[in-house]
């Protein structure tokens, strides 16, 4: 499971961001993740706890934005929900199609007081 090791470079980034900063504590993190990147979700939810260990994060909670996974079909043009459609275009069937979303791991927003 290498959600744990990304809770723990999350922070990291996080901290090192903030250092020069003078915030007391981050409230919340705001995650994006693609719908067919390498992160479980569920996952990296379960790992954030370790994330609290941090001074900074003591009290931080987590929200994750899913960003779809969608592609255009390089055959006809369409844009479609990949996942939805099992990767073919749901117009000409092709499987020959460019990514445009659903890959993410970013930190989006983090709330600090």
């Not at 915030?23 to 479980?40: D, K």
Request: aromatic letters at 8%; glycine letters at 6%.
């Amino acid at each position: 499971m290498h959600e744990l090791g990304l809770v723990f470079e999350m922070a990291k980034v996080i901290e090192e961001a903030l250092a020069d900063e003078n915030v007391e504590a981050v409230n919340t993190v705001v995650m994006e993740i693609g719908e067919i990147s390498s992160v479980v979700p569920h996952y990296f939810e379960s790992c954030f706890p370790a994330a609290r260990e941090r001074p900074l994060l003591r009290d931080a909670k987590l929200e994750m934005n899913i960003i779809p996974a969608v592609g255009r079909c390089r055959n006809c043009g369409v844009t479609f929900p990949i996942v939805e459609n099992k990767g073919y275009c749901p117009d000409c069937g092709s499987f020959d199609k460019e990514l445009l979303s659903g890959r993410e791991f970013n930190i989006k927003e983090v709330r600090v007081r």
